[in-house]
């Protein structure tokens, strides 16, 4: 189980957006799994800007407890497991052409990235696993 310290979330959410990537991409590989949230009809909550729309994630349900806030008050957190983000998320983000926002904090959007470029750059980091 993935759990996070309160200086671990400080330090995280303090980093640039990349190094955030970076950090996220390793622990989604250690722990093979990913959090996102679901609105009150319990779809993944989404978020736009200009003409995008993103599915935001984080490596902790910790992380997501101190963003829950800009209209995602009423939202929860979830867990996903690999076979899940791969069967469901990642379809589902890439069918309607979202992007991926990932470990936005304090209001602020986090490392944008294509569907493709987040599953390759997981894919990369499992194979260092296997």
């Not at 799994?33 to 909550?45: G, R, S």
């Not at 736009?48 to 997501?64: C, G, M, R």
Request: proline share 2%; net charge negative; glycine share 4%.
């Amino acid at each position: 189980m993935n759990r996070v310290t309160n200086k671990e979330i400080d330090s995280v959410s303090s980093l640039d957006a990349f190094s955030r990537y970076r950090y996220f991409i390793k622990k989604i590989a250690d722990f093979e799994e990913v959090w996102t949230i679901q609105d009150e009809n319990q779809e993944y909550a989404l978020s736009d800007v200009d003409d995008n729309t993103f599915v935001s994630l984080w490596s902790a349900e910790e992380f997501i407890k101190t963003n829950l806030s800009e209209g995602w008050e009423n939202c929860e957190p979830i867990k996903l497991d690999l076979e899940k983000l791969g069967e469901e998320l990642i379809p589902y983000a890439s069918d309607n052409c979202y992007l991926i926002n990932i470990f936005p904090v304090n209001g602020k959007s986090g490392f944008i990235v294509s569907v493709d470029e987040f599953v390759r750059d997981l894919n990369e980091e499992l194979e260092q696993y296997d």
